[in-house]
T-cell receptor, first 113, second 115 residues
Framework: AQSVSQHNHHVILSEAASLELGCNYSYGGTVNLFWYVQYPGQHLQLLLKYFSGDPLVKGIKGFEAEFIKSKFSFNLRKPSVQWSDTAEYFC???????????FGTGTRLKVLA | EAQVTQNPRYLITVTGKKLTVTCSQN?????MSWYRQDPGLGLRQIYY???????DKGDVPEGYKVSRKEKRNFPLILESPSPNQTSLYFC??????????????FGEGSRLTVL
């Protein structure tokens, strides 16, 4: 079955700490990979995406993610978080050539000032 | 301003009373989609549409209907709502050529409670 797993449901960090959020997917074919962010009271927005090529992709606000094909993983990282990074983060996949998306369960990040 | 507008934003209703959640976008997007967000389950796709009169099921279509008679509108219809449809609903849209690139514009969500 197609699925996306996010291992951490809640993460609490202090400002300037490093962040890594795990994402693993199970899918039979080739996929596009995404991270979305939902700030409190706001709608979801795309943080970064991977289609092909360099497995390390950089997104907005200093976030990056690494695609490791052998592990079916697409972990999100940020070297130094800020209070304004407090949000919920969703990993998602989309089978290439289709219009269906599968989202993970989300990780709530709280950054303490 | 480019936006996806959902109405109502909040609704409390009772079992069996038909309701419609509207979604409208002003970006001339071909692709539109509905999701529900539930704690511990993330976002799950209900239906999507690639253009007028073209719709397809997502992962959790049971209990929902959609229609796409106009490009800008994609209403979600709950013919006979049940408590398990209590959820936060999101509409999203995109240009068709970007619809599988993650470039989705999301609405602000509609929180529905079915008693």
């Amino acid at each position: 079955a197609q699925s996306v797993s996010q291992h951490n449901h809640h993460v609490i960090l202090s400002e300037a700490a490093s962040l890594e959020l795990g994402c693993n997917y199970s899918y039979g074919g080739t996929v596009n990979l995404f991270w979305y962010v939902q700030y409190p009271g706001q709608h979801l927005q795309l943080l970064l995406k991977y289609f092909s090529g360099d497995p390390l992709v950089k997104g907005i606000k200093g976030f990056e993610a690494e695609f490791i094909k052998s592990k079916f993983s697409f972990n999100l990282r940020k070297p130094s978080v800020q209070w304004s990074d407090t949000a919920e983060y969703f990993c998602a996949v989309n089978a290439k050539g289709t219009y269906k998306y599968i989202f993970g369960t989300g990780t709530r990040l709280k950054v303490l000032a | 301003e480019a936006q996806v507008t959902q109405n109502p934003r909040y609704l409390i209703t009772v079992t069996g009373k038909k309701l419609t959640v509207t979604c409208s976008q002003n970006m001339n997007h071909e692709y539109m989609s509905w999701y529900r967000q539930d704690p511990g389950l993330g976002l799950r796709q209900i239906y999507y549409s690639m253009n007028v009169e073209v719709t397809d099921k997502g992962d959790v279509p049971e209990g929902y209907k959609v229609s796409r008679k106009e490009k800008r509108n994609f209403p979600l219809i709950l013919e006979s709502p049940s408590p398990n449809q209590t959820s936060l609903y999101f509409c999203a849209s995109s240009l068709l050529q970007q619809a599988n690139t993650g470039e989705l514009f999301f609405g602000e969500g509609s929180r529905l409670t079915v008693l």
